[in-house]
């Protein structure tokens, strides 16, 4: 079943004064589909989001959402969407319950006591209905957040780090919700830095560095270009810097992270180099408890992609 | 699980911001303090006419009332329309009118949607200064006279004006700080012109044989300055609507409550324009 | 903020240079030398008064089908800066200026009107009924009667005077046989009657342009012998009538007799005390255009707009009686005639009595008493001889309880109290907690 929205994008484009935010930008998501885009700070994944709700016109380009113009004033669109912003703001003198009533008047929700009670069971949020706003913790304010979003049940979910500020139990919630959002057949767009999750939850990917989309893919091409790197984990007895930094200049290995007394290394996957690694080791008569290959992961792929392969990747992965 | 019977959509979003907007202001004491503090002054002015008539034996007048329903318009329209203004400066820079964007919400609707919702608490308000009017007349022995719906009238449109100068300064001015500066600059220079112009002419009426060549050179410019202003400041329009009403005067009744709509309109579709063209991010 | 601050203050800027700059004046303005300017003594609807025309006002007024003098001199003009005004500074030049005044209407001249004396005479006692202006011979006539009356008062008052001081001399030697046991109190001499004041009020012999036009607009120039426009001399004339006659009250109560209340219209309401006495004295009224009339008195006015009116009493009315309907019913009230006793002594003080022709030479004024002691709403009704309600007449009358004012302070309170109901029903509904540790 599929009753989301698409959404297209082409040669969008936002500037601030000399400052160009997003460059010509060609975003296609199909209705139904659940996709993650990722991006580091700065690089115009909030500015893409303001633009595809109508909150900033663009300076070139279109965005269109089911082949209409989004405006400001589009309400029919608009009841379609459903938004979780990164930061989240509310009427503070306004109990939870009188917040979720609001905006299922606004959107026009059939039997919205039903719906607001059954959002708020789901959220944890029950309880604490008629607690002002003001007096939630940010995590409670998040979860209210998702349940504002989804009041109207939205074709279109909109999020902006949906997991951030919650605790794991918080997260588990959010994650059951977008799934079932997905089952409905809702088209989700989630921008997060949290990309663990986003890997457990989209099917497709695109990645936005400097303004321009870099890759747009499916998860598992994404995870296959990312193929020429491993990842070999050591845990030793006791590990001082200077062994670190001997180990971080071996010629095969691309990165080294420290944990304690465990590294990480990443390395080419062209052959397993766990044998160089346990032979310089034993050279430096270091103490090894434990070697082990960490499966790729979309965090490497995103780290790998926007700082060493950009250039290389602009040109293979870029529609 | 839409309601497909849904009414249009822009008059029902308004009508939604204005219902959760109006309920806020009553929910707090704010509204309640400064309609308290009006009808004391709206008092203190009534009983010192009444205190005139015990010292002079008698007093004439076509409505009694009239000043006294003209302060107590005046202070809670000025309250209400600096809550106007900080409302809707304290959504933008705490991010609460972007949310309200994503929905089926635009500017005119939320610019709309907070002017009726002030004017609507004015509204009641205004019930109450109907209900004191009523007491005072019967509790006094005063005329009760149809012309004070007139007054009412006439303090209901300067409201709206005065809301719609609060809506517009805060997306003028941005942040809440300079909205209100902005807000009470303008009102304080209108209604203090006014006032000036007054003391300084009694003051040159009374004082002729000690009169200073400064005082009459300020007297002059504030007269000129007045006349300029009365057409534009609320102030004036009201007070000139009210004294038409009380002198059955119905085309100078009609021209000034059409200038403070005129200028109410105005000032909204500015505010509106003006949000368009900045954004909320922009504004903020 | 600082551009707002900037754009604010530009406003400002904006707004003041406009105020300063529109209202400059563009007639002509006094040279400092002598000046033209026309001088009115115009019908008011009641007598005549008088008003300076200067050279900065281009349009005056008079009122219809009614004789008024315009006079065109020179004089020094100047400016009065306390009540923003120009003045004429009669005593240093009031130069008559001979040749004829031109009436145009239509870029046609009218009517061509030729300086006249003239002169006005009125009874001190009854100015309205007996205001009377004289013309050409009728003017002399008028004066030399008037200074022939002055010169015989002077002679009565001469005698009087001769009288009086016989009669302290002849009232002081009984006052001694009085005191004395001699003669009794209604043996005492009587004091010469008192001599009547001249009452007839004249001005000089003066000279002018009569004008009595229809209700209209015109323009007016001064035509020089030698066949010249006089220079300054064109003027816009509005000739205009009144617009209705009605009734007014002037009203006082009986401790406060000479500040008297006025009320012009029917939409008024009185307001007095309980139990009070108050003199009601009704007059004739006239409603006039609130711009031309007050312009006509004072054609330098600024604050009078034409879209207003105005009640001017011109007469006091008489043979009316007064119809007062309270709760009890309805009294009917003749005009009596009142004389104010001042009483002597360290009381101060005064009376006010019914006037007595035989103890009194005249009344203070004449009136209707009225007492309000039974209702606390009254209706007065003027009605003439033949028993007709005059229209206009017709005022409502509220004693007003002052005893009850602080009930006012007491209402004022209302809101609060409902705004604290609000805010306790909110509590109620909504709990106002900070929530740590869930979520």
Redesign the interface.
């Known amino acids: 079943m599929q009753n989301g929205l698409r959404i297209e994008t082409r040669g969008l484009t936002k500037r601030f004064g000399t400052f160009t935010a997003v460059n010509k930008l060609n975003l296609r998501i199909e209705p139904g589909e659940s996709y993650g885009f990722l991006g580091p700070n700065g690089a115009g994944k909030t500015t893409t989001i303001l633009m595809l709700l109508g909150i900033h016109k663009p300076t070139h380009g279109q965005v269109l959402i089911n082949d209409q113009v989004v405006r400001s004033d589009a309400f029919a669109l608009k009841r379609r969407i459903g938004v979780v912003a990164e930061s989240q703001t509310f009427y503070d003198e306004m109990s939870a319950w009188e917040y979720l009533m609001f905006f299922a008047r606004l959107f026009s929700v059939n039997e919205p006591e039903k719906r607001g009670q059954a959002l708020l069971e789901q959220v944890d949020l029950w309880e604490w209905r008629d607690v002002l706003v003001g007096g939630y913790s940010a995590g409670m304010k998040k979860k209210l957040g998702f349940a504002r979003a989804l009041v109207h049940s939205p074709d279109l979910l909109i999020l902006d780090e949906p997991v951030s500020g919650l605790d794991p139990f918080g997260i588990i919630q959010v994650r059951e919700m977008l799934k079932a959002e997905q089952a409905k057949g809702r088209t989700l767009l989630i921008s997060s830095h949290i990309l663990s999750e986003v890997e457990r939850t989209v099917n497709r990917v695109g990645i936005i560095a400097n303004g321009r989309l870099i890759m747009q893919d499916d998860m598992e091409n994404v995870r296959q270009k990312v193929s020429g790197f491993e990842r070999i984990e050591l845990t030793f007895a006791s590990l001082d810097e200077t062994a670190v930094q001997e180990i971080g200049k071996l010629p095969f290995v691309q990165r080294i992270d420290r944990d304690g007394n465990s590294i990480s290394l990443l390395t080419k996957d062209d052959t397993d180099y766990r044998e160089a690694v346990g032979r310089f080791v034993l050279e430096k008569r270091l103490i090894l408890l434990e070697m082990k290959k960490a499966e790729k992961n979309l965090e490497e792929a995103f780290v790998t992609i926007t700082e060493n392969n950009l250039a290389h990747l602009a040109g293979k992965g870029k529609e | 699980?839409?309601?497909t019977k849904?009414p249009n959509?822009?008059w029902?979003?308004i009508d939604?911001?204005q219902?959760?907007a109006s309920q806020?202001k009553?929910?707090?004491?704010g509204?309640?303090?400064s309609?308290?503090i009006a009808?004391?002054l709206?008092?203190i002015l009534?009983?010192n006419a009444?205190r005139y008539?015990?010292t002079?034996?008698?007093?004439?007048?076509?409505q009694?009332l009239l000043i006294s329903i003209l302060a107590n318009g005046i202070l809670v329209s000025l309250y209400l329309a600096l809550l106007a203004s900080i409302s809707v400066s304290r959504e933008l820079d705490?991010?609460?009118l972007?949310?309200?964007?994503?929905?089926?919400?635009?500017?005119?609707t939320y610019i709309l949607g907070g002017f009726i919702a002030h004017v609507k608490v004015f509204s009641l308000?205004l019930l109450?200064a109907l209900i004191?009017s009523n007491?005072?007349v019967w509790?006094?022995?005063?005329?009760f006279r149809l012309d004070i719906l007139g007054l009412l009238l006439a303090s209901l449109f300067m409201a709206a004006e005065l809301i719609a100068f609060g809506l517009f300064s805060a997306i003028?001015?941005g942040?809440t700080?300079?909205a209100l500066?902005?807000f009470i600059?303008?009102v304080l220079?209108l209604g203090g012109v006014q006032i000036a112009d007054f003391i300084v002419s009694g003051l040159?009426q009374i004082q002729?044989s000690t009169?200073s060549?400064p005082l009459?050179v300020i007297?002059?410019?504030l007269a000129?300055?007045n006349?300029?202003?009365r057409w534009i400041s609320p102030f004036s329009q009201v007070q000139r609507a009210m004294q038409a009403l009380?002198?059955?005067?119905t085309?100078?009744f009609i021209l000034n409550m059409g200038l403070m709509l005129l200028e109410c309109a105005l000032l909204l579709v500015g505010a509106i324009l003006l949000l368009?063209k900045k954004?909320?991010?922009g504004v903020a | 903020m600082f551009k707002h601050k900037t754009h604010f203050c530009s406003l400002v800027l904006i707004i003041l240079l406009l105020s300063l700059i529109i209202p400059v004046s563009v007639t002509a303005q006094p040279t400092g030398d002598l000046d033209f300017v026309y001088g009115t003594n115009h019908y008011n609807g009641a007598t005549y008064s008088s008003a300076l025309v200067p050279p900065t006002v281009d349009t005056f007024y008079l009122l219809a089908d009614k004789t008024s003098i315009v006079a065109a001199k020179f004089t020094q003009v100047y400016y009065w800066p306390i009540t923003n005004e120009y003045k004429a500074d009669w005593d240093s030049a009031n130069i008559i200026i001979d040749g004829s005044l031109e009436i145009v209407k239509g870029n046609k001249v009218i009517q061509t009107v030729d300086l006249s004396e003239y002169v006005i005479q009125f009874d001190g006692n009854n100015k309205i009924d007996t205001t009377v202006l004289y013309l050409d011979s009728d003017a002399k006539a008028a004066r030399e009667n008037y200074e022939t009356l002055q010169a015989k008062y002077r002679d009565d008052l001469s005698a009087y005077y001769n009288l009086l001081n016989e009669y302290t001399a002849i009232f002081q030697a009984a006052l001694a046989e009085l005191q004395r046991g001699n003669i009794t109190e209604d043996q005492l001499p009587q004091a010469p009657p008192a001599l009547a004041d001249l009452s007839l009020f004249s001005t000089e012999l003066l000279y002018g342009f009569p004008v009595n036009l229809p209700v209209g607009e015109y323009e007016i120039r001064l035509r020089l012998p030698d066949e010249s426009i006089q220079p300054d001399s064109q003027k816009h004339l509005v000739v205009f009538d009144s617009l209705g006659e009605g009734i007014g009250y002037s009203i006082s109560g009986e401790e406060r007799w000479n500040l008297p209340e006025n009320t012009s219209s029917i939409n008024e309401v009185i307001y007095s005390l309980k139990d009070g006495t108050y003199f009601i004295q009704p007059v004739y009224q006239k409603l006039y255009n609130e711009r031309y009339y007050t312009r006509m008195n004072n054609p330098q006015d600024t604050t009078t707009r034409t879209d207003r009116t105005l009640w001017v009493p011109f007469r006091s009315a008489e043979d009316v009686n007064l119809s007062v309907t309270g709760q009890e019913g309805t009294t009917e009230l003749d005009l009596q005639p009142f004389y104010v006793h001042q009483i002597l002594g360290s009381k101060l003080g005064y009376n006010i009595i019914p006037f007595d022709p035989e103890s009194m030479s005249q009344p203070s004024f004449t009136a209707f008493k009225i007492k309000l002691e039974n209702s606390l709403v009254y209706s007065i009704k003027l009605k003439d001889k033949n028993g007709e309600i005059l229209i206009g007449s017709a005022r409502e009358v509220r004693i007003i309880n002052t005893n009850r004012t602080w009930l006012v302070y007491l209402v004022s309170a209302f809101p609060l109290i409902i705004g604290m109901v609000a805010v306790f029903m909110r509590r109620k509904n909504v709990r106002d907690i900070k929530v740590v540790g869930a979520g």
Request: net charge neutral.
């Open positions: 699980m839409e309601n849904a959509y822009r029902h979003a939604s911001l219902d959760r806020s009553l929910w707090g004491l509204v309640f303090i309609m308290t009808f004391a709206s008092s009534l009983v009444m008539t015990e002079n034996l008698l007093m004439i007048e076509k009694p705490k991010g609460t972007e949310t309200l964007l994503y929905g089926p919400v635009d500017e005119l308000t109450g004191w007491l005072c509790l006094l022995n005063l005329s003028w001015g942040k700080r300079n500066i902005n600059l303008i220079f040159v002729t009169i060549d009459i007297r002059n410019v000129s300055l006349s300029t202003i009380i002198n059955q005067q085309g100078e368009k954004g909320v991010r």
